[in-house]
T-cell receptor
């Protein structure tokens, strides 16, 4: 099976712009979660989608949003970018509903805001 | 709320030696899962091992084993016969074991360097 894929891998944006990141989960996985990783805050949970519905949400401002499509692919959007949004954004997929709680991560999108 | 503590920011270990990475946790959830991930410099988080809170036996996956001591709330990762390719950041994480609520809470990580 192919792993979790994320596009783009690298992105440079300017303050005030918006950005959309994409994540394709492992085939058959219906749960997709997003995490932000920064040197200062470490790894933080953003949100999780399951069957096109947001099921969990972390403690991030409304500028961070996401959605999931019927094929389980997910996108996250950050509007009005701030310098502090510079981070590695990781997507993880999980089979959900099965006995395994393992989450498999993609390679991440490294976002730099200038 | 769940909390993971990793007290070793960095470790240097001689190749072929065994290494133990410490992890303690705190949670009020009745059941939960504990994870270890490896993050090489490329950035991808690689799943290593999982332990359920009700599992009686310690989890093992090849050279990785999880030393689970529930009373002490610890979930240390043991890597046997370390290799140069084991050099990476290692994160301990946990999640509630409730279906539909599996968000991961991560520790701050341990940077492991294997010395030839």
């Amino acid at each position: 099976k192919a792993g979790v894929t994320q596009t783009p891998r690298y992105l440079i944006k300017t303050r005030g712009q918006q950005v959309t990141l994409s994540c394709s989960p492992i085939s058959g996985h219906r749960s997709v979660s997003w995490y932000q990783q920064t040197p200062g805050q470490g790894l933080q949970f953003l949100f999780e989608y399951f069957s096109e519905t947001q099921r969990n949400k972390g403690n991030f401002p409304g500028r961070f949003s996401g959605r999931q499509f019927s094929n389980s692919r997910s996108e996250m959007n950050v509007s009005t970018l701030e310098l502090g949004d510079s981070a590695l954004y990781l997507c993880a997929s999980r089979e959900s509903g099965g006995v395994s709680y393992e989450q498999y991560f993609g390679p991440g999108t490294r976002l730099t805001v200038t | 709320a769940q909390k993971i503590t990793q007290t070793q920011p960095g470790m240097f270990v001689q190749e072929k030696e065994a290494v133990t990475l410490d992890c303690t946790y705190d949670t009020s959830d009745p059941s939960y899962g504990l994870f270890w991930y490896k993050q090489p410099s490329s950035g991808e988080m690689i799943f290593l091992i999982y332990q359920g809170s009700y599992d009686q036996q310690n989890a093992t996956e090849g050279r990785y084993s999880l030393n689970f001591q529930k009373a002490r709330k610890s979930a240390n990762l043991v890597i046997s016969a370390s290799q140069l390719g084991d050099s990476a950041m290692y994160f301990c994480a946990m999640s509630p074991a409730d279906f539909g609520n599996e968000k991961l809470t991560f520790g701050t990580g341990t940077r492991l360097t294997i010395i030839p």
